[in-house]
């Protein structure tokens, strides 16, 4: 079984970058796809950006594509969104979480994903 505990987030202003980082342990990292979702008030949480094992598959949400880079280091068992233009749509809890794929893929539905860190909150002010 894995933890995940993010970290990274804060306050930043429109157009600002902000680098949320998703530690893991207690399990083998690079076997897990890995993802970030995002939960506003009063919303349901959604699919952000998605990373396969190896990192040379990746998959955006048409609303950050461009702006968010999904990327991860297997040896430090650690992913990371690299968040730049940010919005204050974009204030939101961000969470990171790992599947068990099959393959080299990627998965946007929330219940493919087994293990889930704590949150971290992200605001963007106008």
Not at 69 to 95: C, F, G, H, W
Request: aromatic letters at 12%.
């Amino acid at each position: 079984q894995v933890q995940l505990v993010e970290s990274g987030g804060g306050l930043a202003q429109a157009g600002g970058s902000l680098r949320l980082s998703c530690a893991a342990s207690g399990g083998t990292f690079s076997s897990y796809a890995m993802g970030w979702f995002r939960q506003a008030p009063g919303k349901e949480r959604e699919f952000v950006a998605a990373i396969n094992w190896s990192g040379g598959n990746t998959y955006y949400a048409d609303s950050v594509k461009g702006r968010f880079t999904i990327s991860r280091d297997n040896a430090k068992n650690t992913v990371y969104l690299q968040m730049n233009s940010l919005k204050p749509e974009d204030t939101a809890v961000y969470y990171c979480a790992a599947a068990t794929l099959g393959g080299g893929g990627v998965n946007t539905k929330r219940d493919r994903y087994s293990y889930w860190g704590q949150g971290t909150q992200v605001t963007v002010s106008s």
